[in-house]
């Protein structure tokens, strides 16, 4: 089993649409999550990042962590075209220098 | 301006011809970590950097040099570049070494080797 599952997608949902995007991850260690967007031919940018459980809001973005099932989302309400992207979920364990691991992304499209 | 900067942005080069790929960040972060992004697999760390002159390997260390001799700088050395090290390439950095939690990346290089 792969240390994090995300669905790559494609998901194609029209404007002001509710979009869910999930990733699942076996090691209980993991305790910093993180939600990245990038553009095509970007670099990734940090969007929401939580510690250990609990949901977290910015603006129209929600992230939730459910460490009972292992169990990340992000949620994005009243889509628009400009968050046509890549999603990548990250997490990490909390020793020193441990490195984040990553979903593999899901593509989001959203048309007008 | 924070941010990450990688140079080059885009680079075709032989096998076996080495190469050096710069980073540098104007944050004044502790950490920084090299990536690389392939189709299928994501992102997977090459190497990480603690602080000056600390190092370590990440999951991917495999045909890669780095070293840490300035805070802003962290190049990657490909010393004798293959095919399968095509790939497109990120830095990142981070003011809190404990926990790479909200690295801040560069804008990649697309690197091909033929």
């Known amino acids: 089993q792969k240390e994090v599952e995300q669905d790559p997608g494609p998901l194609s949902v029209p404007e002001g649409a509710i979009v869910s995007l999930n990733c699942t991850y076996s090691?209980?260690?993991?305790?910093?999550f993180m939600w990245y967007r990038q553009y095509s031919r970007k670099g990734p940018e940090l969007l929401m990042y939580?510690?250990?459980?609990g949901n977290k809001e910015d603006g129209r973005f929600t992230a939730q962590v459910d460490k009972s099932s292992k169990y990340i989302s992000l949620f994005i309400r009243d889509s628009q075209p400009s968050d046509s992207a890549t999603y990548l979920c990250a997490m990490s364990a909390p020793q020193a220098g441990t490195a984040l691991i990553f979903g593999k992304g899901t593509t989001l499209s959203v048309s007008s | 301006e924070a941010q990450v900067t990688q140079n080059p942005r885009y680079l075709i080069t032989v096998t076996g011809k080495k190469l050096t790929v710069t980073c540098s960040q104007n944050?004044?972060?502790?950490?920084m970590s090299w990536y690389r992004q392939d189709p299928g697999l994501g992102l997977r760390q090459i190497y990480y950097?603690?602080?000056?002159?600390?190092?370590d390997k990440g999951d991917v260390p495999e045909g890669y040099k780095v070293s840490r001799k300035e805070k802003r700088n962290f190049p990657l050395i490909l010393e004798s570049p293959s095919p399968n090290q095509t790939s497109l390439y990120f830095c990142a950095s981070s003011f809190l070494p404990i926990r790479n939690t909200e690295a801040f990346f560069g804008q990649g290089t697309r690197l091909t080797v033929v």
């Open positions: 950097s603690m602080n000056v002159e600390v190092t």
């Open positions: 939580t510690y250990s459980s």
């Open positions: 944050m004044n972060h502790e950490y």
């Open positions: 090691n209980s260690a993991f305790q910093y």
